[in-house]
T-cell receptor
Framework: GDSVTQMEGPVTLSEEAFLTINCTYTATGYPSLFWYVQYPGEGLQLLLKATKADDKGSNKGFEATYRKETTSFHLEKGSVQVSDSAVYFCALSSGGSNYKLTFGKGTLLTVNP | DVKVTQSSRYLVKRTGEKVFLECVQDMDHENMFWYRQDPGLGLRLIYFSYDVKMKEKGDIPEGYSVSREKKERFSLILESASTNQTSMYLC???????????????FGDGTRLSIL
């Protein structure tokens, strides 16, 4: 079955540091890939997505590239801010329907001033 | 913007009670979902619905049921609440799309349910 593995947290960085959160997946067919972010006390928000190999999703300075050869979708940001502190979830949706999302377990990011 | 509204942010119930969690979306989405979120386990799908009165089991449906009588509303029901159902419950919706271009899911703010 489908699965998503993302790096264990928590991750603690100083403001303006470079961020990478690794995500690899196993899926049948050609999945779409997503990163969601959950700020404290809130639900999940879509951060970015990519629907085919070599696509790059980007939003709010974050980006991730769909790498089919390595089955990866790592999240990166060049300079994090305190306001980026949140839990980040990698997810995939496979097949022709969009019924199901399979999530990774989430990575807690804390950015200190 | 898509708005997914869950009826309660916090809820405290007792074991054995029948519990209803309500979710409403305002974007005419076909698909609606219920997840539970637990530390170290991430999000797990309980049930989803792809049309009015249609439902399918997710990964952990035991102890839960759902109801979708109107397109905009999706209810999660705990038939007889137990302490192991204490969790954060998240509702989501998405539009239908064909082919491989999948639409993202839009989430509510969650209901933190405690069963005593």
């Amino acid at each position: 079955g489908d699965s998503v593995t993302q790096m264990e947290g928590p991750v603690t960085l100083s403001e303006e540091a470079f961020l990478t959160i690794n995500c690899t997946y196993t899926a049948t067919g050609y999945p779409s890939l997503f990163w969601y972010v959950q700020y404290p006390g809130e639900g999940l928000q879509l951060l970015l997505k990519a629907t085919k190999a070599d696509d790059k999703g980007s939003n709010k300075g974050f980006e991730a590239t769909y790498r089919k050869e390595t089955t990866s979708f790592h999240l990166e940001k060049g300079s994090v801010q305190v306001s980026d502190s949140a839990v980040y979830f990698c997810a995939l949706s496979s097949g022709g329907s969009n019924y199901k999302l399979t999530f990774g377990k989430g990575t807690l990011l804390t950015v200190n001033p | 913007d898509v708005k997914v509204t869950q009826s309660s942010r916090y809820l405290v119930k007792r074991t054995g009670e029948k519990v209803f969690l309500e979710c409403v979306q305002d974007m005419d989405h076909e698909n609606m979902f219920w997840y539970r979120q637990d530390p170290g386990l991430g999000l797990r799908l309980i049930y989803f619905s792809y049309d009015v009165k249609m439902k399918e089991k997710g990964d952990i449906p035991e102890g839960y049921s759902v109801s979708r009588e109107k397109k905009e509303r999706f209810s999660l029901i705990l038939e007889s609440a137990s302490t192991n159902q204490t969790s954060m419950y998240l509702c989501a919706s998405s539009s239908y799309s064909q082919g491989y271009s999948n639409q993202p899911q839009h989430f509510g703010d969650g209901t933190r349910l405690s069963i005593l």
